[in-house]
């Protein structure tokens, strides 16, 4: 059994004061302020691992020609069944980077250019492979807004309007929900003359309510439309971005729906029209709202290894040292269904933490190490 000692320690429940995390090899024991096992070293302060909720984290590699990134592929406009796990590289620099700043988890998903990308990736970032690295699945990834009606020159039946966007997306939900009824109501041998493609097997699931939408969408309108979606279809969804969102009231409507907001990437540029209103002060509507929500890097847009940094503009909003701390941790691993492995430093959770050398929120501080699940990832010498 090992032990890791700090002065402070944000569990992503509440702080302790001059406590150790007692771990045995990749779970948490306890937390207690008596030593227990080997001492392995003494921190400033101990957070949980951060998460990053949304990525493109090994599918746009650093140091690779952008032609070869894969974030989006240009086959169709509707590609269900389609795998983030499969175009991610585990060599990718970037993870490294994240790791050594304390992100050890992501949400990885298709990009916007699709009306649906397929199916996203919750992994470490710290595996030798993306088997290794699959820890959980967290939702089909759409785009609604401007991006989805970007790509007209791309392959397949591609909208140049909103409307358009919408128009084919219901009609391929519409589909499925009637050849879902039908096949309800077969009798016998009749239900083997209903099959369901690989696309409308996963759009099953999600008319199901097997699995959740996360939808790429920023403006308040989009959103809107995106509610229309789920008022006729009743699917799950989390809303992803918002970054347009300048007054309170939709967010104060997905908080009285219980839909969760994936927020950011705050610190990017705002570089097409729908994101006219992107300022950092949007975050008070989404605080006055009380509308569950954790953060996002949008790697590379903003690099997963600064997905912490985010965390500066809730403080000056004042939300407390600990709160910021959840949205990184805690928040995004239950938005992400992962909350019973990660997010917070309780006896059962692995042993996945980063201790300090001063305060995260001083620019001067840094990750003296990082574990993950028990192991020591990164050591600053």
Not at 144 to 150: A, D, H, L, W
Not at 168 to 180: I, T, Y
Not at 255 to 278: C, N, T
Request: net charge positive; aromatic share 8%.
């Amino acid at each position: 059994m090992n032990c890791a000692f700090a002065k402070t320690i944000y569990t992503g429940k509440k702080i302790l004061e001059n406590a150790y995390v007692i771990f045995r090899d990749d779970q948490i024991v306890s937390l207690s302020s008596s030593q227990k096992g080997t001492l392995i070293d003494r921190y400033a302060v101990i957070t949980p691992a951060f998460i990053d909720a949304h990525s493109h984290i090994g599918m746009e590699r650093a140091g690779e020609p952008y032609k070869e990134a894969e974030v989006n592929e240009h086959l169709d406009s509707i590609l269900s069944h389609a795998d983030a796990l499969d175009s991610v590289q585990m060599d990718d620099a970037s993870f490294k980077d994240a790791v050594e700043m304390g992100v050890l988890y992501s949400c990885v998903v298709p990009g916007s250019g699709n009306i649906i990308g397929g199916q996203s990736a919750v992994i470490r970032n710290y595996a030798g492979n993306t088997s290794e690295a699959l820890i959980g699945r967290a939702g089909l990834k759409a785009a609604f807004g401007y991006n989805p009606m970007s790509t007209v020159d791309w392959k397949g039946t591609r909208p140049s309007t909103r409307m358009g966007a919408l128009a084919v997306l219901r009609a391929k939900l519409e589909e499925v929900h009637q050849k879902m009824i039908k096949y309800k109501q077969a009798r016998g041998n009749k239900k083997q003359d209903i099959t369901f493609s690989a696309d409308e097997a996963v759009l099953r699931d999600l008319l199901s309510k097997k699995i959740r939408l996360r939808a790429h969408v920023h403006k308040t309108d989009d959103i809107a439309a995106l509610l229309r979606l789920v008022d006729r279809y009743n699917i799950r969804i989390t809303v992803e971005h918002a970054m347009d969102v300048h007054q309170s009231e939709i967010f104060k409507e997905l908080k009285k729906r219980q839909i969760p907001v994936v927020f950011g990437p705050m610190d990017s540029l705002a570089y097409k029209v729908e994101l006219k209103h992107e300022n950092w002060r949007n975050v008070l509507h989404l605080l006055d709202s009380k509308v569950e929500f954790g953060l996002m890097s949008d790697h590379p847009v903003i690099l997963a290894r600064q997905l912490f940094l985010q965390t500066r503009w809730f403080l000056r909003c004042g939300m407390h040292k600990q709160d910021a701390i959840e949205l990184v941790s805690r928040k995004n691993a239950r938005i992400l269904g992962i909350d019973k492995k990660v997010g917070t430093l309780e006896k059962g959770k692995w042993a996945s933490f980063v201790g300090w050398n001063g305060d995260p929120f001083d620019l001067s501080s840094y990750p003296a190490a990082v574990f993950g699940e028990g192991k020591l990832l990164f050591k600053e010498e």
